[in-house]
Protein backbone atom coordinates (compact mmCIF):
# COMPACT_ATOMS: atom_id res chain seq x y z
CA UNK A 1 0.00 0.00 0.00
CA UNK A 2 2.77 2.40 0.84
CA UNK A 3 4.73 1.29 -2.52
CA UNK A 4 1.49 2.40 -4.20
CA UNK A 5 1.06 5.61 -2.56
CA UNK A 6 4.52 6.66 -3.14
CA UNK A 7 4.78 5.27 -6.48
CA UNK A 8 1.33 7.66 -7.07
CA UNK A 9 2.81 10.66 -5.22
CA UNK A 10 6.18 10.11 -7.64
CA UNK A 11 3.64 10.56 -10.74
CA UNK A 12 2.00 13.34 -9.58
CA UNK A 13 4.99 15.84 -9.05
CA UNK A 14 6.24 14.32 -12.28
CA UNK A 15 3.36 15.30 -14.36
CA UNK A 16 2.65 18.58 -12.12
CA UNK A 17 6.27 19.85 -13.49
CA UNK A 18 5.46 19.46 -16.84
CA UNK A 19 4.84 22.36 -19.18
CA UNK A 20 1.18 22.35 -20.01
CA UNK A 21 1.82 23.21 -23.29
CA UNK A 22 4.82 22.44 -25.86
CA UNK A 23 5.47 25.29 -28.25
CA UNK A 24 7.43 24.90 -31.51
CA UNK A 25 8.88 27.52 -33.89
CA UNK A 26 11.55 28.01 -36.40
CA UNK A 27 14.37 30.59 -36.97
CA UNK A 28 13.09 33.81 -38.24
CA UNK A 29 14.03 37.26 -37.40
CA UNK A 30 13.33 38.96 -36.01
CA UNK A 31 10.30 37.58 -35.17
CA UNK A 32 11.56 34.26 -33.51
CA UNK A 33 15.14 32.65 -33.40
CA UNK A 34 17.90 32.27 -30.97
CA UNK A 35 19.89 34.71 -29.78
CA UNK A 36 23.39 34.52 -28.48
CA UNK A 37 22.56 33.60 -25.25
CA UNK A 38 20.90 29.94 -26.50
CA UNK A 39 17.26 31.72 -25.25
CA UNK A 40 13.87 31.56 -27.81
CA UNK A 41 14.00 35.18 -28.96
CA UNK A 42 12.27 37.80 -31.04
CA UNK A 43 9.57 40.27 -31.66
CA UNK A 44 6.93 37.30 -31.48
CA UNK A 45 8.33 34.92 -29.02
CA UNK A 46 8.26 38.34 -26.35
CA UNK A 47 4.51 38.70 -27.39
CA UNK A 48 3.94 35.14 -27.18
CA UNK A 49 5.78 34.98 -23.39
CA UNK A 50 3.47 37.45 -22.48
CA UNK A 51 0.17 35.84 -23.69
CA UNK A 52 1.02 32.49 -21.85
CA UNK A 53 2.07 34.91 -18.99
CA UNK A 54 -1.37 36.07 -19.07
CA UNK A 55 -3.14 32.74 -19.49
CA UNK A 56 -1.44 31.11 -16.89
CA UNK A 57 -0.22 28.20 -19.01
CA UNK A 58 3.24 26.58 -18.13
CA UNK A 59 5.06 26.26 -21.22
CA UNK A 60 8.63 25.07 -23.11
CA UNK A 61 9.43 26.70 -26.78
CA UNK A 62 11.51 24.79 -29.26
CA UNK A 63 13.32 26.11 -31.84
CA UNK A 64 13.45 23.41 -34.72
CA UNK A 65 13.38 23.66 -39.15
CA UNK A 66 9.93 24.92 -40.12
CA UNK A 67 8.85 21.29 -41.68
CA UNK A 68 10.00 19.28 -38.70
CA UNK A 69 7.69 21.87 -36.11
CA UNK A 70 5.15 21.68 -38.49
CA UNK A 71 5.08 18.31 -38.02
CA UNK A 72 4.73 18.31 -34.32
CA UNK A 73 2.59 20.98 -34.22
CA UNK A 74 -0.18 18.71 -36.46
CA UNK A 75 1.11 14.96 -34.56
CA UNK A 76 1.70 15.91 -31.21
CA UNK A 77 -0.53 16.40 -28.02
CA UNK A 78 -1.12 19.88 -26.69
CA UNK A 79 1.71 21.48 -29.08
CA UNK A 80 1.48 25.04 -30.39
CA UNK A 81 3.60 26.43 -33.30
CA UNK A 82 4.25 30.41 -34.34
CA UNK A 83 4.77 32.45 -36.11
CA UNK A 84 2.48 30.89 -38.46
CA UNK A 85 0.36 32.41 -41.77
CA UNK A 86 -2.89 30.82 -42.03
CA UNK A 87 -3.47 29.85 -45.50
CA UNK A 88 -6.70 27.97 -46.90
CA UNK A 89 -4.05 25.23 -47.27
CA UNK A 90 -3.59 25.11 -43.84
CA UNK A 91 -7.02 25.87 -42.25
CA UNK A 92 -7.87 22.40 -41.58
CA UNK A 93 -4.84 21.05 -40.29
CA UNK A 94 -4.56 22.76 -37.37
CA UNK A 95 -6.87 24.91 -34.21
CA UNK A 96 -6.29 28.97 -34.83
CA UNK A 97 -5.49 31.89 -32.87
CA UNK A 98 -5.27 34.96 -34.51
CA UNK A 99 -3.64 37.73 -34.99
CA UNK A 100 -0.13 37.04 -33.85
CA UNK A 101 1.19 39.77 -35.88
CA UNK A 102 -0.11 42.63 -38.56
CA UNK A 103 0.05 41.12 -42.33
CA UNK A 104 4.47 41.60 -43.37
CA UNK A 105 4.82 42.03 -46.79
CA UNK A 106 7.12 39.84 -49.03
CA UNK A 107 9.65 40.62 -51.44
CA UNK A 108 11.87 39.12 -54.23
CA UNK A 109 15.60 40.53 -53.60
CA UNK A 110 18.26 40.39 -55.59
CA UNK A 111 22.06 41.55 -55.30
CA UNK A 112 22.40 44.84 -56.01
CA UNK A 113 25.12 43.93 -58.71
CA UNK A 114 22.51 41.87 -60.64
CA UNK A 115 21.71 44.17 -63.77
CA UNK A 116 20.70 41.44 -65.58
CA UNK A 117 17.90 40.68 -63.47
CA UNK A 118 14.90 43.02 -64.17
CA UNK A 119 10.94 41.64 -62.96
CA UNK A 120 7.77 43.30 -63.64
CA UNK A 121 5.71 40.12 -62.63
CA UNK A 122 6.02 37.05 -60.88
CA UNK A 123 6.23 34.50 -64.13
CA UNK A 124 9.54 36.96 -64.95
CA UNK A 125 11.07 35.32 -61.44
CA UNK A 126 10.58 32.26 -63.43
CA UNK A 127 13.71 31.82 -65.12
CA UNK A 128 15.73 32.05 -61.97
CA UNK A 129 16.49 30.23 -58.93
CA UNK A 130 14.54 31.48 -55.60
CA UNK A 131 15.92 30.38 -52.48
CA UNK A 132 13.21 29.56 -49.67
CA UNK A 133 12.35 27.21 -46.36
CA UNK A 134 11.15 23.99 -46.92
CA UNK A 135 7.39 24.29 -46.22
CA UNK A 136 7.45 27.84 -45.60
CA UNK A 137 4.22 29.85 -47.00
CA UNK A 138 6.76 31.25 -49.52
CA UNK A 139 7.27 27.85 -50.83
CA UNK A 140 3.84 26.57 -50.66
CA UNK A 141 3.19 30.26 -52.56
CA UNK A 142 6.12 29.71 -55.16
CA UNK A 143 4.52 26.04 -56.31
CA UNK A 144 0.88 27.18 -56.75
CA UNK A 145 2.23 30.19 -58.72
CA UNK A 146 3.83 27.20 -61.25
CA UNK A 147 7.43 27.23 -59.64
CA UNK A 148 9.22 24.01 -59.15
CA UNK A 149 11.26 22.29 -56.37
CA UNK A 150 14.87 21.49 -57.71
CA UNK A 151 14.02 23.66 -61.37
CA UNK A 152 13.38 27.26 -60.09
CA UNK A 153 13.49 27.04 -55.82
CA UNK A 154 16.10 25.93 -53.73
CA UNK A 155 14.37 24.70 -50.78
CA UNK A 156 16.57 25.10 -47.17
CA UNK A 157 15.81 24.08 -43.64
CA UNK A 158 17.91 26.30 -43.00
CA UNK A 159 16.64 30.28 -43.40
CA UNK A 160 20.21 31.97 -42.88
CA UNK A 161 21.38 29.62 -45.73
CA UNK A 162 19.31 31.69 -48.23
CA UNK A 163 21.16 35.15 -48.14
CA UNK A 164 24.48 33.29 -48.01
CA UNK A 165 23.31 31.53 -51.12
CA UNK A 166 22.54 34.72 -52.75
CA UNK A 167 25.51 36.42 -51.46
CA UNK A 168 27.38 33.43 -53.12
CA UNK A 169 25.82 33.35 -55.96
CA UNK A 170 24.58 30.14 -55.78
CA UNK A 171 21.20 31.36 -56.46
CA UNK A 172 19.32 34.89 -57.71
CA UNK A 173 16.66 35.66 -55.66
CA UNK A 174 15.52 35.23 -51.99
CA UNK A 175 12.11 35.29 -50.91
CA UNK A 176 11.40 37.00 -47.47
CA UNK A 177 10.27 40.28 -45.47
CA UNK A 178 12.28 43.74 -45.52
CA UNK A 179 12.56 43.38 -41.75
CA UNK A 180 14.18 39.78 -41.95
CA UNK A 181 16.32 40.58 -44.79
CA UNK A 182 17.63 43.88 -43.16
CA UNK A 183 18.29 41.11 -40.02
CA UNK A 184 19.90 38.16 -41.98
CA UNK A 185 22.43 40.48 -43.61
CA UNK A 186 22.94 42.43 -40.36
CA UNK A 187 23.79 38.71 -38.38
CA UNK A 188 26.56 38.66 -41.51
CA UNK A 189 27.74 41.55 -41.42
CA UNK A 190 27.11 42.60 -44.92
CA UNK A 191 25.54 46.18 -45.21
CA UNK A 192 21.88 45.80 -46.48
CA UNK A 193 22.55 48.15 -49.55
CA UNK A 194 24.24 44.99 -50.87
CA UNK A 195 20.71 44.00 -52.05
CA UNK A 196 17.70 45.38 -53.30
CA UNK A 197 13.93 44.32 -54.04
CA UNK A 198 13.35 42.88 -57.27
CA UNK A 199 10.00 42.41 -56.61
CA UNK A 200 7.04 43.11 -54.12
CA UNK A 201 5.11 39.51 -53.85
CA UNK A 202 2.05 40.22 -51.92
CA UNK A 203 1.16 36.68 -51.11
CA UNK A 204 1.31 36.94 -47.34
CA UNK A 205 -0.68 40.73 -47.12
CA UNK A 206 -3.76 39.77 -46.47
CA UNK A 207 -3.38 36.33 -44.74
CA UNK A 208 -2.48 36.70 -40.93
CA UNK A 209 0.20 35.62 -38.95
CA UNK A 210 -1.33 33.97 -35.98
CA UNK A 211 -0.14 30.82 -33.60
CA UNK A 212 -2.02 27.35 -34.25
CA UNK A 213 -3.21 24.28 -32.57
CA UNK A 214 -2.90 20.46 -33.18
CA UNK A 215 -6.21 18.75 -33.28
CA UNK A 216 -5.07 16.96 -30.19
CA UNK A 217 -4.74 20.19 -28.17
CA UNK A 218 -6.61 20.29 -25.01
CA UNK A 219 -9.82 22.73 -25.83
CA UNK A 220 -9.79 24.30 -22.66
CA UNK A 221 -5.92 25.30 -23.15
CA UNK A 222 -6.95 26.73 -27.05
CA UNK A 223 -9.52 28.67 -25.54
CA UNK A 224 -7.07 30.48 -22.63
CA UNK A 225 -4.58 31.42 -25.24
CA UNK A 226 -7.43 32.73 -27.59
CA UNK A 227 -8.84 34.80 -24.69
CA UNK A 228 -5.58 36.20 -23.85
CA UNK A 229 -4.74 36.71 -27.35
CA UNK A 230 -7.32 38.86 -27.59
CA UNK A 231 -6.77 40.70 -24.30
CA UNK A 232 -3.04 41.64 -25.56
CA UNK A 233 -4.47 42.98 -28.99
CA UNK A 234 -7.31 45.10 -27.24
CA UNK A 235 -4.51 46.61 -25.00
CA UNK A 236 -2.29 47.61 -27.65
CA UNK A 237 -4.22 48.40 -30.66
CA UNK A 238 -7.39 49.97 -28.51
CA UNK A 239 -10.79 50.41 -29.21
Given at each position: ????????????????????????????????????????????????????????????????????????????????????????????????????????????????TRKD??????????????????????????IKNG?????????????????RKLL????????????????????????????????????????????????????????????????????????
Amino acid sequence: MRVTLLIGLCCFFTHADEPQLQVVTEEWVPYNFTNNDGEIDGRATKKIREVLADAGISYDIQSYPWARSMKLAQTDRNTMIYSIYRTPEREKLFQWACPLLQPVKEYLFKLKTRKDISLTSLDDAKQYLVSVVRGSVSNEFLIKNGFENGTNIDITADPSSSPRKLLAGYTDLIMTTEYTAFESLKALDVPFNKIEIALEVTNTNNNKACVAFSHNTDRDLVEKVRAALKRHNLRYVGP
